[in-house]
């Protein structure tokens, strides 16, 4: 004879949208929505959305922020941002003829003791030697370093989004050659299990900022300025000398 068994009992779950909201440096905006049956779910994932949509900044629209969606805090699904970036679309247009450009990745700590992977982008007014590029490139280094390491990881990508960070360090630059663009191209967050499973290198912040050539071009002008005010006797003598024998 045939076994009955019993209907195993189906649940269904029954799903709603379930809004997302940023970290507190973006006032916790809701930067989306996902439909899901338990906002537990949603735990681990991540969110991309254009910069513009969270400051009605319409020059922001080529900066995207990712969030990390971390918890349920008070029945809400809080996240944590964990990047920074411009398009390549926008990145590339920075870059003309006629023009050197810098890029750079490396790995620096916060005040909060984070781990973020940084890249900036310069690009010059004009072509220049390969020397200059090298002293601006550790000079850049150097300053973003020590400046991250005096602030956390919120005031550090508030500074970028004011663009506070580009300006000082595009007027350092300026000292050893014109600068046309100063951008931070993309900010990621590491986590620091990743950074001693891969043996990634952090650069550390300096005591102090390397010191910057001293420039020639005054120095030429003044040399000569003064091969100039040396030459005007000597015509004048010549002068003189042609109308006597005239």
Known sequence: MAKVTKAAAVVIKKKRWVPIHASKLFNEQ?????YVGEPQELVGRCVTVSLMTLTGDPQKQSVSVSFKITGIVESKVVSELIGYQIVPSAAKKMMRRQKSKIEDSFIVETLDKKLIRVKPIIVTRGRTTHNVLSTMSKLQRAYIAKMISKMDFDSFVKDVILKKMQYGLAQLLKRLYPVGAC???????????????????????????????KKEVKVEKESASE?????????QAEESAEQETA
């Open 30 to 34: 809701v930067i989306g929505e996902s």
């Open 183 to 213: 951008e931070i191209r993309q900010i990621e967050f590491i986590p620091v299990e990743k950074v001693k499973e891969l043996g990634l290198k952090v650069t550390l912040p300096p005591d102090n900022l390397p010191e910057l050539p």
């Open 227 to 235: 091969s100039t005010e040396q030459a005007a006797p000597v015509e």
